[in-house]
């Protein structure tokens, strides 16, 4: 197979103003959710991950003046990952002014398990296309995606995590806090699959 094929220029913009508005409804999301934990170490965790969303943001931002791109076109795919990062924080304001605050701490963890889904993704994708085409616009790709890649990582590996044992501790059962998935910094799908397995040893 040839490693360097073209790529569909339209589309890769496309996913560059998807990604960007991920990021700016990251920030808004972790500003909600952090407002919602009730866990200190979760608390102090989302402060981290909010920080790097903001620079995650400022690096796209970069990336579109390098490529030549305008931060605020717009497109329907753009409108609808606005429309579901507010969506998500609607969801998690709902939860602290009707739940017990600390139902309300899990719904925060689902959303931001969510909204890192769709950014970790997109960055995958970012970092596909840097991967398998070539010249300055991969260039470029590559540089973002390599700045970027293993937070996104904690991101959504670690949340997963939290959001778990949130949720089986509220079950009534034994939990592993923080989780197993933070105490191993796991980075990889596999390793949050073994930190998962191995979550019994650790209580
Ligand atoms: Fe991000």
Redesign the pocket.
């Known amino acids: 197979m040839a490693k360097a094929s073209k790529h569909d220029s339209a589309q890769v913009k496309e996913l560059l103003l998807q990604a960007l508005e ?2 700016r409804g ?1 920030i808004q999301i972790y500003t909600a959710a952090i407002e919602a934990a009730v866990n200190d170490d979760l608390k102090e965790e989302w402060q981290e991950y909010l920080d ?2 903001r620079t ?1 943001e400022q690096v796209l931002t970069r990336l579109f003046e390098q490529l030549g791109l305008d931060t605020e076109e717009q497109s329907p795919g753009r409108a609808v990952v606005a429309h579901q990062g507010k969506s998500l924080v609607a969801a998690i304001q709902m939860a602290m002014k009707r739940a017990t605050a600390e139902a309300a701490e899990l719904v925060a963890a689902e959303c931001v398990v969510l909204a890192e889904t769709k ?1 970790h993704q997109n ?1 995958e994708l970012i970092g596909h296309v840097a991967e398998h085409s070539s010249g300055d616009t991969a260039k470029l790709l590559k540089a973002a995606f390599e700045a ?1 890649e293993q ?2 990582d904690h ?1 959504l590996y670690h949340t997963k995590g939290w959001c778990r044992e949130l949720w089986i501790r509220s079950l009534g059962f034994p939990a592993v806090l923080p989780p197993p998935e933070e105490v191993k910094k796991v980075e990889t799908a596999i390793g949050a699959s073994r930190a998962e397995q191995q979550r019994e040893r650790m209580l």
Do not use: A, F, M, R
Request: aromatic fraction near 8%; charged fraction near 40%; proline fraction near 0%.
């Open positions: 991920t990021e990251g790097e969303t995650h950014d960055w970027v937070d996104e991101h």
